[in-house]
């Protein structure tokens, strides 16, 4: 009688097939935990050794964006969570905003500000191209600005403007159909013109946010609020001129913090970035975000060549 | 068509060599690196940039919460390393590495049981109390005879070599 053969196993198959399935798995637990570990509260890395904690202030001051596509954004509501971070840690001496930013919202502007100054520790700003209105709100919050000479700072001021199409529609025989409760509800709408009362009233809160602006900077900066109020028409200054204001206090960059840091603290100092732990799915959404500008860049530069003005040496 | 009767060849099963046996765990390692710690390497850059071990130690011993993550993080791989060891050696008596270099893992008792291959691949769990086997292991190894190490005596599995006499 012919014996039953046993089934052979076919071990190239099965090392294969183990490896294949633990390599899936591994990538799905490392998603998974990677978004979980994203939204954590507690999402601050800090990498390295160091004991003054280099914040990064890039971008459209914003008040939170965590969406996918967010990259571009400096959100107050993470650096407020930084700033507090670095403040309650031991190691850490001292606290430097690094700033890139054409400001933005006036109110997360104030809460970095705030945060900065209800910080137990001695910060310093360090504007490096462009550190104007809201950024230069929080930069005046520190004990010490330093500007790259060639960086622009300033543009005290507050804006509101947008793009009324009130009469493109009358154009298109569009309608606006105004309904409303409470006759400025639908102020600053786009659809319909802006009323001379509406304009004043608008022009009354953009006033009464300049004031506070003046009022923080004057206070910040150890200046009189007629000096401010002087240099807050919403011009932005080189640093050199910043200088000559009192609107900051040196030229220079990373080293000039770090001598200036250095002599407060009486030790010596060394930077380490605290920033934000990237969830997987906002490191998806960068890199998507960068590879899609990138492609516009490119499609921008190759027919309209630099067309963007910038100021060049 | 003339068939030659050849006698058979004759075969011991002899214990591994010890040198044979890392090289077959390196290269193990090696494809698991590839295969498995591939997506986990993004994640702990994620956690800690760029920095030195001593920088990571630093981070991790200044919050109780990183350091259970990082906790988490390595038993779970380690739990698919073992997994990696235990299918294989069970299904197949080898690892890829193992097969290579000609080894496969011997049971001492009648029937295999998956706990014994689980037993024997504990090692490769790089957390607390299993990486008090990272010296137990290869101290019963340089002293036992046959090179074993203490979870494979503990497991009643050995690896060996056929060898041809």
Known sequence: ?313 | MVSLRLPKQRVATVPAPLFRRFLAFVLDMLVLDLAVTGPFRRLFLGLFGGGSMADIQLIVESSRSLSLTVMALLLLLGILFLSYFAILEFTLGQTLGKRLFRLRVENDQKRKQPWQYVVRSMFVIPVFPFIILWVVDPIHMLFSMGGRRWTEKLSRTRVVQDVAI
């Open chain 1, 1 to 313: 009688m012919a014996q039953k053969k046993t089934p052979q196993r076919r071990p190239w198959v099965w090392i294969v097939g183990v490896l294949l399935v633990l390599g899936i798995l591994s990538v799905m637990f490392a998603g998974v935990l990677g978004m979980l570990l994203g939204v954590e509260d507690s999402a601050t890395i800090r990498t390295g050794k160091g004991n003054v904690a280099l914040i990064s202030i890039e971008g459209t001051i914003v008040s939170k964006s965590d969406g996918l596509f967010a990259k571009s954004y400096a959100s107050s509501t993470d650096i407020v969570k930084l700033i507090e971070k670095a403040d309650k840690d031991k190691s850490i001496k001292a606290i430097a905003l690094w700033i890139n930013s054409p400001g933005g919202s006036a109110v997360a502007s104030d809460e970095i500000a705030t945060a900065i100054k209800q910080s137990n520790k001695t910060s310093v700003a360090i504007i490096r191209e462009m550190g104007t209105s809201g950024a230069y709100w929080v930069a005046s919050s520190t004990d010490y600005i330093i500007a790259h000479r060639a960086s622009f700072t300033g543009s005290i001021g507050v804006i509101a403007s947008y793009i009324e199409f009130a009469d493109l529609l009358t154009e298109y025989n569009l309608t606006y159909r105004r309904l409303v409760s409470g006759k400025h509800k639908d102020m600053g709408s786009p659809f319909k013109k802006m009323t001379e009362e509406e304009q004043e009233l608008f022009q009354e809160s953009l006033d009464d946010i300049h004031d506070m602006f003046i009022e923080v900077v004057a206070e910040n900066r150890g200046l009189s609020e007629e000096s401010v109020r002087e240099v807050a028409t919403g011009r932005f200054f080189t640093a050199r001129k910043a200088k000559g204001y009192g609107l900051i206090d040196e030229l220079g960059g990373k080293e000039e913090a770090k001598a200036y840091l250095k002599k407060e603290l009486d030790m010596d100092v060394k930077f380490v970035e605290y920033k934000k732990r990237k969830s997987l799915l906002s490191f998806l959404g960068s890199t998507a975000s960068e590879s899609f500008y990138a492609m516009g860049q490119g499609i921008g530069d190759s027919m309209v060549g630099s067309g963007v003005p910038i100021i060049r040496t």
